[in-house]
């Protein structure tokens, strides 16, 4: 056990909140206070975590406004000590946070759009990894009967989103596609993000076909997820979802059981 | 049990026929992905033109003024004459460069 890591947990914690004391020990070099000191590197911390939220979130920013995303980044931050030296991973954790955050809880559709703007990141970061072609897939057309039992493998870029709420429009109207006056919010929605070169693109879907792919990226065989797809609605064109996943590199792997 | 029996035969049919279709389409599918896209001037908001905006500009993101007339966007096709352009002399969006009403 290193003796190094009870102080860092220390400094750690009295970083992300001005109310905590001072952890013991810290000291300068030329006997000026060393409170007043931390104080400028608590703010460093602080406000370089929230330009990162802000910047990873602008369209969230735009509809609380600055005042109030500045004050729940602070909230935020006090909570949640960066896990990855990385910095655009930072914020992972905001849509659940503003979910349960009191003050916005009037915006029933904030922490799905905070999930789009989300999705956008991770897919932009996301790894590298060949995909399948549509000559690789012919060969399942062989044994028809097995199709239902195959499971997919989607690309590390491409995430899935459905939600109760129309922000994809909303997010879009953010874009300058189509008035946010026209978005009813109240419509659910869905939407396919995934990476086009070094583009990062939000596809809209159908609810049929989002909970088809929801169903996949959760590791549900290809027949189950049909199903899904046929209990969310009346119209489930898997042609559309899979000329879709074919076209823009979704699949990494194909497999069937009995398989090699 | 025949009904469940009944659904995975009908599931198992539907991903073979929709496996099958998406196949065909192959390649064809980048195709179809620029024919179902139609170029709409005027509705494009100020540096968010897809291109064109008059000559010595160098295209995409260089319109000036929200709604340019002269300046174009990628929509989903049939949906460009229903987009509002208050610039237009028809109100909406149109499928070619018009001048600013």
């Known amino acids: 056990m290193s003796t190094l890591e009870p102080i860092q947990v220390g400094l750690s914690n009295a970083l992300l909140a001005p109310e905590r004391p001072l952890p013991p ?168 993000v ?36 046929a209990a969310a609605g009346p119209d489930v064109d898997l042609t559309q979802a899979i000329v879709l996943l074919i076209h823009y590199g979704g699949i990494a792997a194909w497999h069937t059981p009995g398989d090699l | 049990m025949t009904q469940s029996r009944a659904i995975q035969t009908t599931t198992a049919a539907a991903l073979a026929l929709a496996l099958g279709t998406a196949l065909t389409f192959g390649n064809t599918a980048i195709a179809g992905e620029g024919a179902a896209k139609e170029k709409c001037y005027g509705i494009a908001l100020k540096g968010q033109n897809d291109c064109a905006a008059g000559p010595g500009t160098s295209c995409a993101g260089t319109s000036t003024v929200d709604y340019q007339g002269n300046a174009w966007k990628l929509v989903p096709a049939g949906t460009c004459e229903k987009t509002a352009a208050p610039t237009s002399p028809t109100g909406q969006g149109q499928l070619a460069a018009f001048k600013d009403v």
């Not at chain 1, 909230?75 to 979910?99: E, K, M, T, W």
């Not at chain 1, 070169?197 to 065989?221: C, Q, Y």
């Open chain 1, 194 to 229: 995934l990476r086009d070169g070094d583009a990062v693109l939000v596809l809209p879907l159908s609810l049929e076909i989002g909970h088809f792919l929801v169903a996949l990226a959760a590791g549900a065989p290809l027949g189950e997820a049909a199903e899904i797809a």
């Open chain 1, 25 to 192: 020990g810290v000291i300068t070099w030329n006997g000026s206070d060393p409170s007043v000191r931390f104080d400028v590197y608590r703010n460093n911390v602080v406000v370089s975590l929230t330009t990162a939220l802000a910047e990873g979130f602008p369209v969230t920013r735009a509809l609380v406004g600055e005042r109030f995303f500045a004050a729940m980044a602070r909230c935020f931050i006090a909570d949640h000590l960066p896990s990855s030296p990385i910095l655009s991973d930072y914020g992972d954790a905001l849509p659940d946070f503003i979910a349960a955050f009191p003050p916005a809880q009037g915006l029933s559709y904030l922490p799905d759009l905070a999930r789009l703007e989300r999705a956008r990141v991770q897919a932009y970061h996301a790894a590298d990894a060949p995909a399948l072609t549509a000559q690789d897939l012919a060969c399942q057309l062989a044994n028809p009967q097995r199709l239902s039992a195959a499971r997919l493998a989607l690309h590390p870029a491409c995430i899935v989103l459905v939600s109760e709420h129309a922000i994809v429009s909303l997010w879009a109207a953010h874009q300058g596609q189509g008035r946010i006056e026209d978005v009813d919010l109240r419509r659910a929605e869905s939407a396919l």
